[in-house]
């Protein structure tokens, strides 16, 4: 299973996140996991939300640049050590990680652990393979 | 008909007629030197007084050695030998780094450097009529002003296109249908691999001969350029010191450089030990400049390693002929053509507060052209966490390079010990280029 | 000094009789020798040899920038190549560059009219010169070097850029000329004070500034911070690079070396002469060039001109700054860049037109800096920062290839570039003060 994560373009401007953010929330969208990607000039804004057909086009019709892209969602127990355990599978088998980013999810004791990867497909088998919890789009929206 | 020779008489004369050219020549370099402060104090302190003790070449040896050090201790007069009125040309290597020399020229010298350059032009088969497409960078660096007086001289039509933007290069090679051109190896296969991207190849071009020059290559690069383009290859020895281009010059049998022996006495030490060696015994060149008054040069150690040969050559020319270069007596880096001390590098680093102790750099083929990768660790002290901070970082070590090295680095910054530590002497450069 | 005393003080009315023999040899010469021009005299019903006064100029037709990349690249030349010995070339509007070609004469010719320059800046012969003006293709550089070898000046050929270095030479070897862009100038005043170098102590007395329009105020500003004369320099590849006009230390206009770039002024849209002291569009014909002579060439300069004797005593007559252009053209740095060719890229990056903007400053320390906004379109956007800096890059460097000039590239929000009636403003010119 892969989530559709949304990506959006920010200028490096005052109020440009609580724009989106604002935009999101008062139609009901929710944010599950999100995070920036920083440069002199520009950001790119990543987040995994509960509705992101419905986030997307919100969003293109506001005149965002933004997109859609694969990324994967794995459960890790929420302990020291949670995350070596799952990096330590991706190494070994080769996988290459684009960027990853993190989130606490407040009414679990897993933490939520957002990967994009050079392939999506591999990587899925591998984690599968090894057992490890993948998060699917239903549990997002049900979160 | 064509001329084969540009100076018929000079290029072929018998080698004692040669030598006595030379002793003339080098009378008048001692009485030119003996007028600058440098060569005043150093010469009477090797008890030469006047030009009247040199009577045959072998006298030579009882010169001493000029060496890069003394250039620039004696920075910026020290070896001028005529008023400022006459010098009508300043070429100097001013940095921003480490101390600049420099290099006079009068009216006369810009005269006879172009002469010799254009005896190097001819020598190859090129001449007027040919358009000739000049890709060195012009400006204080020689290579560029150096090829364009000599081809301006030849009569050969000259496009001034300066070195680097090589889509518009590849257009003026193409609108203009350039049969010449003279640039560095590494950016003549560059050059290739953006012609062949673009669609109809080499189809369109008029190209038959380059000049090579700047940077040392092997004879299997020169077969490479030559096969590429379907073109003759030439290769060029000079530098700046010695005016630039034209102290020594492949011609049509490509079969190692003629040294304008008229123009410069030529040597090949041994560099430990300053004795002069045999024809065909590789060792320092050494070079003295008879052509220049404004700031004569006297056994001038260049640094470059290489041998000669006085075998006669099939062209006529008598000139003796001096081997590919071969290396370095020091650690000096050649990077597209661009003379780069390690000492440099480290200088511009150093200033720069966010950078920790450590770095090291490493020199890289990307396809034809090198490539210069900066490793550098950060100054933990200095970092803020905030990734650009990082960036900015990088660009100021990037622009702070670019603009005193003329070279576009890839700089990679590391965590404090990442770089490794080696006991005793670091080892700051990794050049992984295939050796020539 | 006035380099060629002879001429440049000539007596107006015989002036005319040189400019009259002149142009009838002109019109022989480029009726015979470019098949343009016959082709052009012939549409015209012109009979070369009906050409006799300096007067009658206005009976032949004008050439435009358009008739010359048309023509590219050997349409214009009036000599066989083999005649040719140096090309210079300038990147166009959109498609092909302008091109340009010098006979051994014609070197003289650009040599001789920059010697005058330089002597009528103030230079003397036994001064040295720092020419930071880009060597190369662009003609700033050699051309400054060629009147400089003229002269018998002492020539440092720094060429631009590098400005740590261009200020360690000023003090090792105290030139007191300095040619470079005038926003140059300001940009390393700025440097020298970074560095602990007070410009006011500089060895540099007398500044040949051009290549780029530049103000009265401007000139105060560089004359206070490096305690020197600022003089202006106009020229354009076409005519012959630099060497058209130059101030003398009078600054009261520049004066044009009109026995042989003879100029008119007219109202571009009605092509007619216009009154001396009235603002128009600078027309230069080319009177003894033998490479690529040009007729009545529209330079798309806005100036007037002034036929009053100076007090240097120079009779030629003067032009003023540069006011304006007649088209879209912005010069930074000594580059010509047009919106076209911006477009060109862009399209040829994406194979779409995204919205884009040309801004131009000089607020960083006087050097003009020009920054291309872009609008980030969904095609063009990845959520991978790597991808966007590359797709940057690739802007970056595709103007350069096309325009010559390294340009800032910043990416912006959708619909964030103003649009006036649908079309966006192009451009923003923030110089002009």
Redesign the interface.
Known sequence: MRLKQISVFLENKKGRLQDVCSLLGSNGINMRALTIAETESFGVLRMVVDKSDQAIDLLRKNDFAANVTDVVAVEVEDKPGGLAGILKIISDNDVNIEYMYGFVEKFSDKALLVFRFEDTDHAQRILNENGVSIVAEKDIQGL | MTEKFWNKEIETAPRDQIEKLQVQGLKKVIQWALDTPFYGKKLKKSEINSPDDFNCIADLTKLPFTTKDDLRNNFPRGLLAVDMSEVVRIHSSSGTTGIPTVIYFTQDDVNRWSDIVARSIIATGARKGDIFQNMMTYGLFTGGLGLHYGAEKVGMTVIPVSSGNTKRQVQIMKDFQSTVVHATPSYLMHLHSVIEQSGPGLAGLALRKTFVGAEPHSENTRLKIEEMFGIDAYNSYGLSELNGPGVAFECEFKDSMHVWEDAYIVEIIDPATGQQLPAGEEGEVVLTNLIRQATPLIRYRTRDLAYLTNEPCRCGRTHQRLSRITGRTDDMLIINGVNVFPSQIEEIIMQIPEVGTNWQICLDKDGALDKLTVNVEIYSKMFSGDASQIEKLRSRIKEELRASIVINPIVRLHEPGFLPVSEGKAKRVIDNRPKI | MIWNEQIECMDPQQLKGVQSERLAKLAEYVYSNSPFYQQRFDQHKIKPDSIKTIEQITDLPFTTKIDLRDN??FGMFSVP??G??????SSGTTGN?T?V?YT?EDIKLWSDVMARALCCAGAE??D?IQIAY????FTG??GFHYGS?EM????????S?????QL??MQ??KPRILACTPSYALYMAEQAKELGIDPRKSSWKIGIFGAEPWSDSMRDEIENLWDMLATDVYGLSEIIGPGVAQECPHKDGLHIFSDVFFPEIIDPATDQPVEPGQDGELVITTLTKQGIPLIRYRTRDIVSMNIEKCRCGRTSPRISKIKGRTDDMIIIRGINLFPSQIEEVLLSIEGTQPHYQIVVDRKEHGLDMVQVQVE???Q??????RK??ELKAKIQNGI??VV?LRVDV???????IVRSEGKSKRVIDKRKN
């Open positions: 590219y690249p190549q083999k040719i010995t140096e090309i210079h070339v560059p091109v070609g051994k012969p036994d040295t880009g060597y190369g293709l550089g050699l070898l018998g000046l002492t020539t440092i050929p720094a060429s850029g590098q400005t740590k270095r360690k030479i090792d070897f980030i379109e969904e063009l956007f990845s959520d991978e920062v966007l800096n350069e290839g010559g910043k990416l912006v929000e959708p619909k964030t």
